[in-house]
């Protein structure tokens, strides 16, 4: 008997373990990567893997940024060679509610790019501009996405991301009122411009397989180099 009320004991403690633990998961679904990724959750320890897994599933990337509402819009396939041009292009658009202007206007992105640069803008850029500035950014300024091109423009060697749309390289920002912040001007500085740089980069780390800043090497010196390589998928990151 006592066996016997012992095992249903430990087996309902196990019940309401197993409970707890899936309401755990379903509340917080943005740190384990076997959930499904929700573009309105929050940035955690699993977004980035999700976000490169994109990569792989352009259909389910689109239907992520419609069901919150984005405006980036497919854009027609791109081939230059074997190792340059993208069938996934997702037209970077702001939104009716007045989101952020990237300038150049209506650049193309990856849609795992896209979907990245939604969640980094929504829940780094805006936040840390809050904090530095009391305002919200309008206009991110930038180098550009796809580009034919080998790293660091070489005649051999391996491809950069930019080859498949798969980066997007940050120039700088205008917050609201005007006040204009620049990568190759302010990251080296000592007021608020380099606090709110250092950290838009440090919130893109937690996001994208790749982030190169000044920190990393005089050829981003100008700009921040966001991408989505695929070694994203192997917990490997580099953040410089």
């Known amino acids: 008997m006592r066996a016997a009320l012992l095992f249903f004991l430990i087996a309902g403690a196990l019940a309401v373990a197993v409970i707890e633990a899936a309401a755990y998961v379903a509340l917080h679904r943005q740190h384990f990567a076997w959930t499904d990724l929700d573009l309105d959750d929050p940035i955690g320890r699993a977004s ?4 490169a897994a994109l990569r792989g599933d352009a259909d389910r990337c689109a239907a992520l940024l419609a069901d919150v509402g984005a405006a980036e819009r497919p854009a027609p396939p791109v081939r230059q060679s074997a190792s340059c041009g993208y069938g996934d292009g997702m037209r970077l658009l702001p939104d009716d509610q007045g989101s952020v202007r990237l300038s150049p206007p209506a650049p193309v992105a990856s849609c795992a790019m896209a979907a990245s640069l939604l969640l980094w ?6 936040p840390a501009a809050e904090r530095h500035f009391g305002r919200q950014v309008t206009t991110i300024g930038h180098f550009g996405t796809y580009s034919c091109r080998r790293l660091y423009g070489r005649s051999e060697g ?5 080859a498949t749309a798969n980066a997007f390289d940050v120039a700088g920002f205008t917050v609201a009122g005007g006040r204009s912040v620049s990568v190759l001007r302010d990251w080296r500085s000592s007021g608020p411009e380099a606090a709110f740089l250092h950290e838009v980069r440090d919130g893109g780390c937690r996001l994208f397989a790749t982030t190169l800043s000044p ?5 981003h010196a100008n700009h ?5 390589a695929g070694r994203a998928l192997r917990g490997w990151r580099m953040c410089r």
Request: no cysteine; net charge negative.
């Open 48 to 51: 980035a893997t999700k976000l």
């Open 121 to 126: 803008e929504r829940d780094v850029v805006q």
């Open 158 to 162: 391996g491809f950069s991301e930019h």
């Open 215 to 219: 920190d990393y090497n005089a050829a």
């Open 224 to 228: 921040l180099h966001l991408d989505q």
